[in-house]
C-alpha cells in the first residue's frame, strides 16, 4: 500500500463537508435574543452531549436530532439514505430528543424551538421541527436486541423521558463546554483532523475505550502500528479515544481514566509522539453491534481510516440473565458488513491475557490456554480494592496507582455513607 | 409513462436470475439415496413452507437457509450485501432453520443434512452447512421490536425451536405440494412471470392479504388499475396474492378464503380478465414494517412491479397493550425507504370505509368523518355469528355467504367442544 499523506478533504469518503453547527460568533447575540421569544425544551445532561455530539459533526450528515424519516432508517437499517445523492451513510443508534407531553403541548404548532440546559442557560435553537411518537418499547427492542430491564441507558435516558420526540435543524450557540479541566481534550473532529495533518499522519487508526488502559490495550495498539507500518505506511498515529459521556455507574469516570491515560503515556507505555490522546464526547448506550457501528462512524468524521475491534464491543452481562448480552463475535462481524462503512479498514485484534509463563500481557495463545490469566474489570476492581498488585506487567505502575487512589476513594465514601445511613 | 410489455428479463431490476432450488426430475433417485447417509433434520410444517418458499426463488438470490453472515444482515439491516457485486438485496426477516443440541450434536462435523418433512419423507439436502447460535430474544427484538409475550409466529415457531441454527445450500428434491385440492393456485415466481408474459401484462400491481376481500379492497384495486391506465399502461395485471402459509388461529383459513375471493371474482367485483389469484407460499410474522419488506420483495420476484401498501401492513394489536404493535402509518414509510427496494413502485393508498350516505364502500373522506362506518375484522366475524348482514354494500354477497357458513361451522365446533368438556 502506497504511503500518502492524509489530507483532511482526502479523509471523508464521499467527499462530503462535515457539518458545523456552531452558530459564528457574530451572531450569537442576535440568535440568542431571538431564541428568547421561543417555547423552550429543558435537556438532561445526556440530551446536551448529544447536542455537543451533532454540533461537531461527529454524527454529519446529521444536522440535528432525527426526524421521524430519519429515526425509522436508523432503527430498521442502521443507515440513511442520503435524499440528495442517494449515498448511504451509516447512522446506527437513534440520536433523538424526547419531549413529554406538557412540552409538546406548549410547542404547539411552531416552526422552531430553543434547547435549554440543565443549567437554564440556552444551549441551541432547533429549527423546522417535527414532533412524532416516541415508542420506547420498540426503540429499545430494535436498538439492543432485548428489553430486559436493567439497561443503562434505558434506565438513565428513556424510560423517564418524554412519550415524544422531536427533529429539526440544529444551530448551536456556542461550543459546548464542561468546566471540568478536561474542556482541552475534547478536540472537535475538525480539529482532531487539523492535529493529524500537523504530524503528517498518513494513516490514524482509532482505539474507542471506557476502560483504564492496561497492557494488554496497549500491546495491541502498537501491534497495529507495526501492521501499519509492515504495510507501507511511514506515520501511522493513534487516537487513543475514551468514551466522555454518559457511561454506567460502575464504570470507572472520565477523570480518573484520563489521569491514568496520561501516566500509560509518561510510562512510556504508549509512545507520545505518535499517539493522541482525546475525549469522544458521545454519551454511551451499551449495545454492542449496534453501537459498535456508531463508534466507528463518528472516528471516521474524525479522520480516522483504520478502526481497531476487539471482542465484544460496547457489550456488557446481560442484565437479566447469566451471560454475555451479545455473542463476543457479533459486534466485528456486524462492523465488517455494515452499510456505509465499505470503506473503513477494520482491524480486529486477538484477545489479549495475562501470560503468567513471560509473565507479560500477550495475545492468548489457545495452544496453551491453561497459561493464561484473564483480568476482568470486575477482577481489576478487586485487587485494587483489597490493595493486592495485579501480577507484574499487567499495567504500568503509575497507571495503577491512579486506579488504587481512586478505589479507595470510593471505599471511603461508601463507608461514610453507612455511618451516615447507620 | 410509456407503455411496453413486462418480459420476465426486464422485471429483475439488476437482471439477477432467479434461484431455482428444485433438484431436476432426472437427478431426483441420486439425490434421494445420497441423502439417506446423511444426519437427518426434522422439519415442522412452517420450515417446511420456508424450504417451499426458498426452493422457488420468492427470496432468491437466496439460495438455502440463511448462515450467519446473512442472518445479522438481515437482523441489523434488513438487508444483504451480494459478495460478488457488492449490490444490495433486501432482506428483511431472518430466514433460518433451527435444531435442538441433541440434533448438532448428531450431525457433528458433517458438511450436509437431509431435511426431513413432518411426515418422515426427506424433502431436501442443505449443503456446506454452518452452525451457529440461535439467540431466540435478541432475533425476536429486532424483528418485532418488541418481546412482549404473545407474538403468534414466536409461540408458534421460536419459542419451541432449538437454540441453534443451520445454514446451507438447498437442494429440494421435488416441488412442494401440500395436497389440500389448492396446490394448482401455488404458482411459482417463474410460472406468474410466464403467465403475466401470456397475458402481455405490461405492468404488474400485487396486492398481499390474509382476511377476506371486502369492497373496500376491490375499491383499492380497482382504483389502483384505474390510476396504471391513467399513467399510460395498457394492460395493468393485478396479482390478487393470499398469504397461504401459517397464520395465527383466529385469522380466517385459506381454503375459506379462497373460496371467498373466487366468489368475488365471480360476482364480478374483480374482472378474471385482469387478475390472476395465486397463493404466497410464504408464513405470516405479524411483523409490521419488517414484514412488509419481505411480503413486497417476495412480489418483485414474482414479476410485480407495483405494490399496494395500506394501513398498517402485517401489523395486529400489540400482544399486551390496548394499542397497534405498529404505527400504522410505519409500514409505508418504512417500504418506501427500505433498502434493495428502490426500484418498486409502491403505491399508497387512503383508507377504505362504509359510507353511510352512499351506501358503499368508499375512500375514506375526513371532512364528512361521521358519515363512515370502519367494520374491523372483529365485528365483521361478529355480524356473521349472529347472522347479522353487514352494511349493504360491504361485500358481495357470494363473497359474504362464504364466511357466514364458515363462522357457523366454527360455532357448532365449538358448541360441541364445550359439551365434550363439560
Not at 126 to 137: D, Q, V, W
Not at 321 to 328: G, H, V
Request: proline share 6%; with cysteine; aromatic share 8%.
Amino acid at each position: 500500500m502506497a504511503s500518502h499523506v492524509i489530507k483532511s478533504s482526502l479523509i471523508e469518503p464521499d467527499g462530503r463537508v462535515l457539518v458545523d453547527l456552531i452558530v459564528p460568533e457574530n451572531q450569537r447575540d442576535l440568535k440568542a435574543s431571538e431564541a428568547e421569544g421561543m417555547a423552550k425544551v429543558r435537556l438532561t445532561k445526556i440530551d446536551l452531549e448529544w447536542v455537543h455530539v451533532i454540533s461537531e459533526g461527529w454524527a454529519s450528515p446529521l444536522k440535528g436530532f432525527m426526524r421521524e424519516d430519519e429515526y425509522l432508517q436508523s432503527l430498521h437499517f442502521n443507515s440513511l439514505r442520503m435524499k440528495n445523492d442517494g449515498s448511504i451513510v451509516n447512522m446506527s443508534l437513534p440520536i433523538v430528543l424526547a419531549i413529554d407531553d406538557e412540552t409538546k403541548e406548549k410547542i404547539g404548532d411552531a416552526n422552531e424551538v430553543a434547547l435549554v440546559g440543565p443549567d437554564l442557560n440556552t444551549v441551541a435553537i432547533l429549527r423546522s421541527i417535527e414532533m412524532y411518537k416516541h415508542n420506547k418499547e420498540e426503540r429499545i427492542a430494535r436498538t439492543w436486541g432485548t428489553t430486559a430491564p436493567g439497561l443503562p441507558y434505558v434506565e438513565e435516558a428513556i424510560t423517564p423521558a418524554g412519550n415524544w420526540l422531536i427533529g429539526g435543524d440544529l444551530e448551536v450557540l456556542s461550543p459546548i463546554k464542561y468546566n471540568d479541566g478536561l474542556d482541552n481534550y475534547r478536540l472537535s473532529p475538525k480539529q482532531l483532523r487539523e492535529e493529524f495533518d500537523r504530524r503528517q499522519a498518513d494513516a490514524v487508526f482509532a482505539f474507542q475505550l471506557r476502560n483504564p488502559v492496561h497492557n494488554g490495550h496497549a500491546l495491541l495498539m502498537n501491534d497495529t502500528r507495526k501492521r501499519l507500518l509492515d504495510l507501507g505506511y511511514k506515520n501511522p498515529i493513534l487516537l487513543l479515544h475514551p468514551l466522555g459521556g454518559y457511561t454506567k455507574a460502575d464504570d470507572v469516570p472520565l477523570d480518573v481514566r484520563m489521569e491514568q491515560h496520561s501516566k500509560v503515556l509518561e510510562d512510556g507505555v504508549l509512545d507520545p509522539e505518535t499517539t493522541i490522546v482525546s475525549i469522544f464526547p458521545s454519551p454511551m448506550h451499551y449495545a454492542g453491534p449496534t453501537e459498535v457501528q456508531w463508534h466507528a462512524k463518528a472516528r471516521i468524521n474524525a479522520g480516522a481510516n483504520f478502526y481497531i475491534v476487539g471482542r465484544d464491543p460496547a457489550g456488557m452481562g446481560h442484565p437479566t440473565e447469566k451471560r454475555d448480552l451479545y455473542d463476543p463475535d457479533h459486534g466485528k462481524k456486524v462492523l465488517s458488513m455494515a452499510p456505509g462503512l465499505e470503506k473503513l479498514n477494520i482491524l480486529p485484534f486477538r484477545v489479549a491475557a495475562y501470560d503468567t509463563v513471560a509473565k507479560e500481557m500477550a495475545f492468548f495463545d489457545p495452544a496453551r490456554a491453561k497459561d493464561f490469566l484473564f483480568i476482568s474489570g470486575t477482577k481489576m476492581r478487586t485487587f485494587a480494592r483489597t490493595g493486592e498488585s495485579p501480577p507484574n506487567g499487567f499495567m504500568c505502575p503509575g497507571g495503577w496507582d491512579v486506579l488504587v487512589k481512586y478505589y479507595a476513594s470510593l471505599q471511603a465514601e461508601e463507608a461514610a455513607s453507612a455511618v451516615v445511613s447507620a
